[in-house]
């Protein structure tokens, strides 16, 4: 059985920092590419970031670029995401996903290339 638990939330103030991890288990995940979602209340999921499978290609969404920075670690099968000054509109909960087809590219940025989910981890920022 596939899973991915996420660690690492928490509630943080503005400007703070949290660092998320994800563990995979039942899963050889090396070639594949593996991404950062969240979804706020009332708001659709949305890719934050994703790396490809060799873990030499990290993508970031806009609203998050020069404060989060992901890596992975294949020979432990994590994935993390450093995130830095931290606002309130990025409270959410945060879900690790792993693409079961793809490596790398637009297809990772995607929901619909994501094939195995965590439960996610709370993040929440006060001003």
């Known amino acids: 059985e596939v899973q991915l638990v996420e660690s690492g939330g928490g509630s943080v103030q503005s400007g703070g920092s949290l660092r998320l991890s994800c563990v995979v288990s039942g899963y050889n995940f090396s070639g594949a590419c593996m991404s950062w979602f969240r979804q706020a209340p009332g708001k659709e999921r949305e890719g934050v970031a994703t790396?490809?499978?060799?873990?030499?290609?990290?993508n970031y969404a806009d609203s998050v670029k020069g404060r989060f920075t992901i890596s992975r670690n294949n020979a432990k099968n994590t994935l993390s995401l450093e995130m830095t000054n931290l606002q309130p509109e990025d409270t959410a909960m945060y879900y690790c996903?792993?693409?079961?087809?793809?490596?790398?590219?637009?297809?990772?940025?995607?929901?619909?290339?994501?094939?195995?989910w965590g439960k996610g981890t709370q993040v929440t920022v006060s001003s």
């Open positions: 790396i490809n499978g060799g873990g030499t290609a990290p």
């Open positions: 996903a792993a693409s079961g087809s793809y490596s790398g590219g637009p297809a990772c940025r995607s929901t619909r290339g994501m094939h195995y």
